[in-house]
């Protein structure tokens, strides 16, 4: 088979992408191991920058969004006998979107289906090749085993952490850095109201957490746990007492209700970074090229920063053989990618608990000057609320 470009794996990045390049008239054929119910049900990210809000709704895609996303004024920064609350409207004059990633991930699904995308789902052995050609291919066996070749003029590895794209880069031209932290979060989702009307970060002797949400009926709620904790070891109750005790029930009156507790899951904390995103005609995109600890909602928005700047450069190659683009993306798109590195392991190590008594001290200087100072403050705000995608 042939098409201009090929897609690897079906999340947002690669839906994402597909899209962006459907509007130009760009055909693309998407390849994906998971099923399409597998994708649209993964439970991950739930916080929406303006800028990534604008950019959906730009290409049609911000309608449901709009009527049941939950537009934030900005977030609740607290510790034991304080909360304070930061107004990004107020502080930078942008504010963020509750709208969870299985949303986005439904609504991609859809207008990929209205417009005939061609998707393989529940592929297996994907492989790239002959990526330093302009005639560069993907190989996988498809749902019914059935051996398939794709060969495109550009291949976008939008495969997440594990996928092969990353591999295909040669180690003698590929740079990585990373972090993996000493901690990691114990995610619950609640079938609860929220107890806050905005999300609440908590910094807390016993260790963070935080009360997010993804409906009027539905809580998203993050502890901070030993990196090896067993999911076994935290029953219901357990998981609400110590989520009451680190946001602070019955400080000032503030309440937390506890609910039926539907899913439970430790994620693991980790920053990475893989330079170059683009090697010949092989382009990374997303989480297939840089992790961010979750701390500053920041992976699902840089992995929308990244194709929102490849697509326009794929299409000026594919159609005016303009090389400018893809020539510029892999600097381009690592300048954000490196601030928003930064900025979450700022608010990770600002938030979690270590045992180094002088970490604690350190970090609670710095809660104070981020709720005081205006000029701290704004910093905060701008990275949470998003920079502009050409940052
Ligand atoms: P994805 O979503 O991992 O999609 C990659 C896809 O590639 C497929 N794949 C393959 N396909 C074909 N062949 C292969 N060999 C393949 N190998 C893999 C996979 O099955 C998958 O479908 O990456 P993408 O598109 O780059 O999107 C990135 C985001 O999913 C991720 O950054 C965010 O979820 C991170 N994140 C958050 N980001 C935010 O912006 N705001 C948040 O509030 C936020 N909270 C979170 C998060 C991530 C979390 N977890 C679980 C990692 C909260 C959590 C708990
Ligand atoms: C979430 O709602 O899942 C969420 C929100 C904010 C974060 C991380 C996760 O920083």
């Known amino acids: 088979m042939r098409t201009e470009v090929v897609i690897i794996g079906a999340g947002p990045a690669g839906l994402l992408l597909s899209h ?44 449901r969004l709009r009527r049941e996303g939950d537009e934030h004024r900005g977030i609740y920064l607290q510790w034991p006998g304080e909360r304070h609350h930061l107004d990004f409207v107020d502080l930078v ?31 297996s052995e994907t492989a790239v090749h002959d990526v330093e050609s302009d005639r560069p291919a993907v190989t996988f066996l498809d749902r019914d085993g059935r051996e398939v070749r794709v060969e495109a003029r550009a291949v976008v590895g939008c495969d997440g952490s594990f996928g092969p794209s990353r591999g295909a880069v040669p180690a003698t031209v590929k740079q990585t850095w990373g972090r993996d932290y000493p901690y990691a979060w114990l995610g619950v989702l609640a079938d609860v109201a929220p107890s806050t009307d905005e999300l609440i970060y ?27 904790a067993d999911v076994g070891t935290w029953s219901d109750d357990r998981i609400w007492d110590e989520l009451a005790t680190r946001l602070g029930h019955g400080q000032d009156g503030w309440q937390l209700t506890p609910g039926p507790i539907t899913e439970k899951n430790v994620l693991p ?25 979750p701390t500053g909602a920041k992976g699902l928005n840089l992995a929308v920063a990244d194709v929102a700047l490849l697509a326009p450069a794929l299409t000026a190659l594919l159609r ?22 930064h900025f979450s392991w700022w608010m990770t190590t600002m938030l979690h608990t270590s045992p180094d008594p002088f970490d604690a001290q350190l970090q609670q200087s710095q809660l104070r000057w981020v709720t005081s100072s205006s000029a701290a403050a704004r910093g905060l705000a701008e990275n949470y609320a998003g920079l502009p995608i050409g940052f």
């Open 20 to 63: 962006l390049l459907g509007e130009e008239g760009i055909e693309s054929v998407v390849v994906e191991t998971r099923s399409r119910e597998y994708v649209e049900a993964r439970v991950r990210a739930g916080i929406l920058e303006g800028s990534t809000v604008d950019l959906l709704e730009s290409v049609g895609l911000g309608e």
């Open 93 to 123: 004059g942008r504010s963020v979107w509750v709208y969870g990633q299985t949303e986005v991930q439904k609504d991609l699904g859809r207008a990929r289906e209205a417009a005939g995308q061609e998707i393989h789902y529940e592929v």
């Open 202 to 228: 908590a910094w807390h002797p016993n260790g963070f957490a935080l009360h997010s949400m993804r409906s009027e009926h539905v809580s998203r709620l993050y502890l901070q746990v030993e990196p090896d």
């Open 269 to 293: 904390m980790r920053s990475f970074v893989m330079e170059p995103m683009r090697h010949g005609s092989l382009f990374l995109a997303g989480d297939a090229a840089h992790i961010v600890p």
């Open 320 to 341: 005016k053989n303009d090389e400018r683009g893809v020539d510029a993306y892999s600097e381009t798109a690592l300048r954000r990618v490196w601030r928003c590195t």
